[in-house]
Every structure is written in C-alpha cells, then in structure tokens.
C-alpha cells in the first residue's frame, strides 16, 4: 500500500484499516505457528504496512486546526 493512498482516506477509513490489517497480521501469525505459512514476506509488509496507517492517523490527530 502506498502512502498516497494512504493519505487520500479519512480518519474513520483509516482506523477501519488498521484494524482489518491487524486481523491479517493475526491470521498469519497463527498459519506461521502452525507451519502453513506460504509467503513469510508478506508478515513483514503488512507490519510496515500498519506502521504506516498508524503514522497517518498520528498525523491527523496532532494536526492544527
């Protein structure tokens, strides 16, 4: 996921996101303990992935208005 697309939702959609992203990351942490893992890269980009949406969503809050 890029940051300009990251940068084009709302705090809402964002929140919505990260929380869909961490059920990823959960679902994958369970395939991996269970050996059934297929693409281990794909552990680290949905981590960078979340970082992301989380620094955005910082952005937002600590934003002047």
């Known amino acids: 996921m890029k940051m ?3 940068r084009e939702k709302t705090a809402v959609e964002l929140a919505a996101l990260s ?4 059920q990823d990351l959960f679902n994958l942490r369970l395939q991996k ?3 059934q893992l297929e693409k281990p890269a794909r552990l680290r ?8 949406v989380e ?3 910082t952005e937002l809050r600590h934003k002047p208005a």
């Open 19 to 22: 929380r869909d992203l961490r």
């Open 45 to 52: 980009t949905l981590r960078r992935d979340i970082a992301r």
């Open 33 to 35: 303990a269970s050996s």
């Open 55 to 57: 620094t955005r969503l």
């Open 4 to 6: 300009s697309e990251i």
